[in-house]
């Protein structure tokens, strides 16, 4: 059965993102320390078509990121392109010209736009619609594989809030933020239940996986 999958790197005390989030650094103040333990490995290298890199336990992490993943869906900021209509130019984001997910990927904005075809299987497709609706969309698209929430916590927290997401995995960073974007903030009066399923340590990194009930 297809079910949605999320991953996220969170910081010791809550955050996904620093503050002072900008179209020039969209992961806020400190943000990009969240991701220091994924930069150089191979797999990550291998995800964004390069070579080499260094091995670590949580290199089978990040190739279960894309195993048996149909589809994709993102938030607008995890896209990119800043709030607001799209405008004239129709940038196609930060993922460069052949991004790492090599699938359909669903995008929550609400300003709809044209999908964008890349190189390597991946298209952007932009959603206007709620939540479920792109779910199911993304769902059709997966056929028998199972869609992967990429981000960021803004869309994660209205699936979370929905009870739609089957399975979560946090790698959890010691760093401490102090401020930005919190993954498990908005999430209304829904009884969440988590039933730890797989915890992998690694250096900078600790991945744990959560079967949401």
């Given at each position: 059965?297809?079910?949605?999958?999320?991953?996220?790197?969170?910081?010791?005390?809550?955050?996904?993102?620093?503050?002072?989030?900008?179209?020039?650094?969209?992961?806020?103040?400190?943000?990009?320390?969240?991701?220091?333990?994924?930069?150089?490995?191979?797999?990550?290298?291998?995800?964004?078509?390069?070579?080499?890199?260094?091995?670590?336990?949580?290199?089978?992490?990040?190739?279960?990121?894309?195993?048996?993943?149909?589809?994709?869906?993102?938030?607008?900021?995890?896209?990119?392109?800043?709030?607001?209509?799209?405008?004239?130019?129709?940038?196609?984001?930060?993922?460069?010209?052949?991004?790492?997910?090599?699938?359909?990927?669903?995008?929550?904005?609400?300003?709809?736009?044209?999908?964008?075809?890349?190189?390597?299987?991946?298209?952007?497709?932009?959603?206007?619609?709620?939540?479920?609706?792109?779910?199911?969309?993304?769902?059709?698209?997966?056929?028998?594989?199972?869609?992967?929430?990429?981000?960021?916590?803004?869309?994660?927290?209205?699936?979370l809030a929905a009870g739609l997401i089957g399975e979560m995995e946090i790698s959890l960073v010691p760093i401490l933020?102090?401020?930005?974007?919190?993954?498990?903030?908005?999430?209304?009066?829904?009884?969440?239940?988590?039933?730890?399923?797989?915890?992998?340590?690694?250096?900078?990194?600790?991945?744990?996986?959560?079967?949401?009930?």
């Amino acid at each position: 059965m297809t079910k949605l999958r999320f991953n996220i790197a969170m910081s010791l005390d809550g955050f996904v993102a620093g503050p002072e989030q900008s179209q020039e650094n969209p992961l806020g103040i400190g943000g990009e320390e969240l991701h220091e333990w994924a930069v150089g490995l191979r797999a990550f290298r291998e995800a964004h078509g390069k070579e080499g890199g260094e091995e670590s336990p949580s290199n089978a992490v990040i190739e279960g990121w894309f195993e048996n993943v149909g589809a994709t869906i993102m938030g607008r900021n995890m896209f990119g392109g800043g709030p607001g209509p799209w405008g004239d130019d129709q940038w196609t984001g930060w993922w460069g010209d052949e991004p790492p997910f090599h699938n359909p990927v669903f995008v929550i904005t609400h300003h709809a736009r044209e999908p964008v075809e890349m190189k390597g299987g991946t298209t952007f497709h932009f959603m206007t619609e709620e939540i479920e609706s792109a779910l199911e969309q993304a769902k059709e698209a997966a056929g028998e594989k199972d869609v992967a929430l990429a981000g960021g916590a803004s869309v994660a927290q209205q699936y979370l809030a929905a009870g739609l997401i089957g399975e979560m995995e946090i790698s959890l960073v010691p760093i401490l933020l102090r401020g930005g974007e919190r993954l498990f903030d908005n999430l209304g009066d829904r009884d969440i239940g988590l039933e730890q399923i797989g915890v992998v340590e690694a250096p900078g990194v600790t991945h744990i996986t959560y079967r949401v009930a």
